[in-house]
């Protein structure tokens, strides 16, 4: 089946733009996942959704970097205001959470920023 | 502090070698580790995962990896690298009720002929 999808694969954008990258997880997965991939520096959690819950934000970098999920299924990361260090591949993943369901990822976006 | 240390940033291999790849974690509770591998271009794909039982547990691709309290590590092998591995290799560990993971910073496979 599909996997999860990320658009744009690729972005670049100039300093002080608004940004917004999207995922569409895998059909019926409950739980939503975005993570920031810098050079050297592994992956980077920035936030979780799962169900109707609240979502868990407390990986967001600043308050220019926001997300939402609508109707339980596509999420938006937008990133306000971008700066160079927000140059990076921000990954998402989804996962059934049932049993010992993995992390499904998707390809990444790769943002840069000028 | 919860962490992953993944110590060698690159490593090289000849095809046909054996691999072993170190992750040492931190984590205050119950450890749940995995291995993901990411292929040039390529999301993230889970290689194999030890939430309990068994200490030693298989994956795909002929890894394996060995959870060792003791040591707090689970490093991953393979008795025979094929070119085809050639990749960067990312440990994790995480609490079940979410896959709210943290993640190392990785090692990058290199697999000569």
């Known amino acids: 089946g599909a996997g999860v999808s990320q658009s744009p694969s690729n972005k670049v954008t100039e300093k002080g733009k608004d940004v917004e990258l999207r995922c569409d997880p895998i059909?019926?997965?409950?739980?939503l996942y975005w993570y920031r991939q810098s050079l050297g520096q592994g992956l980077e959690f920035l936030i979780y959704f799962q169900g109707n819950s609240a979502p868990d934000k407390s990986g967001l970098p600043s308050d220019r970097f926001s997300a939402e999920r609508t109707g339980g299924s596509v999420s938006t990361l937008t990133i306000q205001r971008t700066q160079q260090e927000d140059s990076a591949v921000y990954l998402c993943?989804?996962?059934?959470?049932?049993?010992?369901?993995?992390?499904?990822f998707g390809n990444g976006t790769r943002l840069t920023v000028t | 502090a919860q962490s992953v240390t993944q110590p060698d940033i690159h490593i090289t291999v000849s095809e046909g070698a054996s691999l072993e790849l170190r992750c040492n974690y931190s984590y205050g509770a119950t450890p749940y580790l995995f291995w993901y591998v990411q292929s040039p271009g390529q999301g993230l794909q889970l290689l194999l995962k030890y939430f309990s039982g068994d200490t030693l547990v298989q994956g795909i691709k002929g890894f394996e990896a060995e959870f060792k309290r003791s040591q707090s590590s689970f490093n991953l092998r393979k008795p025979s690298v094929h070119w085809s591995d050639a990749a960067e290799y990312f440990c994790a560990v995480g609490p079940y009720n979410t896959d709210k993971l943290i993640f190392g910073t990785g090692t990058r496979l290199q697999v000569f002929p």
């Open positions: 993943a989804s996962s059934s959470r049932m049993g010992d369901s993995p992390l499904h």
């Open positions: 059909s019926g997965h409950t739980a």
